[in-house]
């Protein structure tokens, strides 16, 4: 019964931003990484950003610079924040939570996705 909800999707124009944020409920073991993904209808779903509980932070080359992850591990919340956004990110945000059990299996949760439209 995990679940995780994204929020703070929508319309934007080239060089706009937007904050999405991802709340995560329910019992998560082994909490480690939070991140984001993104996909569009026909593609593989696309990683574009982790940060962990070590405090460490990583971004896909395609929005190094331009997009920044906060993590709060407390409250099992995530923030991207999106600038100068272009057409090309226009998908499906998708957040991850990501846990490993004690067999050392690697867990990952989903939410259900919040729609970025970068139009002019």
């Known amino acids: 019964q995990v679940q995780l909800v994204e929020s703070g999707g929508g319309l934007v124009r080239p060089g706009g931003s937007l904050r999405l944020s991802c709340v995560a409920s329910g019992k998560i073991g082994g909490l480690y990484a939070m991140g984001w993904y993104r996909q569009v209808v026909g593609r593989q779903r696309e990683f574009i950003a982790t940060?962990?509980?070590?405090?460490?932070?990583d971004y896909a080359d395609s929005v190094k610079g331009r997009f920044t992850i906060s993590g709060d591990f407390v409250n099992k919340t995530v923030y991207l924040q999106l600038n100068s956004l272009k057409l090309k990110d226009t998908a499906v945000y998708y957040c991850s939570d990501e846990g490993i059990g004690t067999n050392g299996s690697t867990r990952q949760y989903w939410g259900q996705g919040t729609q970025v439209t970068v139009a002019s």
């Open positions: 940060s962990t509980n070590r405090d460490t932070t």
